[in-house]
């Protein structure tokens, strides 16, 4: 990862015009049901709006954004770039279905609605879901992807953030 570091430019990225899009998931999230109420709803609206929207939405799915995190997405796992279609689908429902019903759970924890149980049990499923995807498609190719021998050995810096980042 130093090497990531040293080698982009973190005012780089920030004008992209695709950064409003999780400014305007925050906004359209605090105007219509406040500020979050308890920490179910903030960690809805974090998963929203980071998470979903920014990181593996526009950043992963797009490789847009700001320069650096681009460019720790591909250090970390280099699907992102050689067009493997389980991440390409997964990045991209994170950003136009998880976030909807993230933004859906947040409204529902902060007015305290009968289906806050609800979209909190079909995201967990959701998400559970995407992970098997995203790890099976890995594992059903024998790991292309994991840099480490097994069982891995975490005796450098690099091996710790391949391994814990995919």
Known sequence: MAAVNASC???????DPVNLIPTSVL???LLI???????TAFWALFNAVMIHAFLDG???GYLRGPD?????????DERFTNGDGTVGCLCRLELYMYTPLAMLWYHAENT???SREFYGIILSVVYLMGNLFYMGAEAF????????DWPPKFDTYEKNVKFWGI
């Not at 049901?33 to 920490?39: F, R």
């Open 33 to 39: 049901s406040g500020a979050p109420k308890n920490w």
């Open 141 to 148: 190719l024998g790991f292309p992807d994991v840099p480490l």
């Open 68 to 76: 650096c995190l681009v460019k720790g997405y591909i250090y970390i």
């Open 58 to 60: 526009i950043v992963g």
């Open 9 to 15: 430019d973190w005012s780089a990225g920030w004008t």
């Open 27 to 29: 906004l359209v999230c």
């Open 112 to 114: 305290m609605s009968w």
